[in-house]
């Protein structure tokens, strides 16, 4: 009996380190070509793996895209907790500081994704121009939960309800501004350097997009808050609360 332990011991590892070798190439692969281009035989080929491993650990390709995709928005759910203080025991911030280190910390890891980081960006970026059958499953879980915070957030420098068409629109407006700093090939071959490279220009970037957002923001306020029809972002909301 002794003799067995070490050897099932040693196949357990083995098993192991085969699974976690078929997931980081699985999703180096999926983030470079998209689920639909990539096969079971390339992957098992590239993670020098057999084929039936795939099957003995994922069941099949849409497993192991379901395990990629389900650390992959762990991961980016770490982050956006980050960015939006989650489980902090500090004292609540200002809204207006809230939204400032939201900016300041979203900002440099669209901008500059490491490792790990940029492979997941671009497996994001394929689920966005090619949906597969978790694409709404990444949104409610990677996606909406800081659309929720910012609008809670809007509403809150706004002062208005969550449910005020112009919230929507401050959401949209505020992301699109981080979204741009994604890196994008026909972006950057309009514009020189982009997205910058260097933390200071990054920071001063942050800064200038949490500036103009709290200007444009306290010139809304300004007018009357009398609700207006739900616009695309209030109608998300809803859906995912129904």
């Known amino acids: 009996m002794s003799a067995r332990k070490p050897a099932r011991t040693e196949t357990l590892r083995g098993d192991q380190k085969t699974r976690q070798r078929l997931l980081e190439t699985a999703l180096r692969l999926f983030a470079e070509h998209g689920f639909s281009k990539v096969t079971v035989r390339q992957i098992s080929q590239a993670a020098d793996a057999n084929l039936a491993a795939i099957n003995y650990h994922f069941g099949d390709k ?3 895209y379901t395990e990629v995709v389900r650390s992959a928005v762990d991961d980016m759910r770490r982050v956006s907790d980050l960015s939006m203080d989650a489980g902090s025991a500090r004292p609540p911030r200002s809204p207006e500081d809230r ?3 939201y900016v300041a910390t979203y900002l440099p890891r669209l901008a500059k994704p490491q490792g790990r980081a940029a492979s997941i960006q671009k497996l994001i970026r394929h689920e966005m121009t ?3 059958p978790l694409g709404p499953w990444i949104a409610e879980q990677a996606i909406m939960p800081r659309i929720r915070y910012l609008t809670t957030l809007m509403a809150e420098l706004l002062a208005c309800p969550e449910s005020d068409a112009r919230v929507g629109r401050c959401v949209v407006s505020l992301q699109a501004q981080c979204l741009f700093y994604m890196r994008d090939p026909m972006r950057a071959s309009i514009f020189p350097d982009w997205p910058p490279e260097d933390d200071a220009e990054l920071k001063a970037a942050a800064e200038h997009i949490a500036q103009l957002t709290l200007a ?8 009357s808050c009398a609700q207006t029809p739900a616009q695309p972002a209030s109608r998300a909301r809803r859906r995912a609360r129904d």
């Open 216 to 223: 444009g923001v306290a010139a809304i306020r300004k007018g």
């Open 130 to 132: 090619r949906l597969t």
């Open 62 to 64: 849409l497993g192991l």
């Open 99 to 101: 939204l400032r280190r």
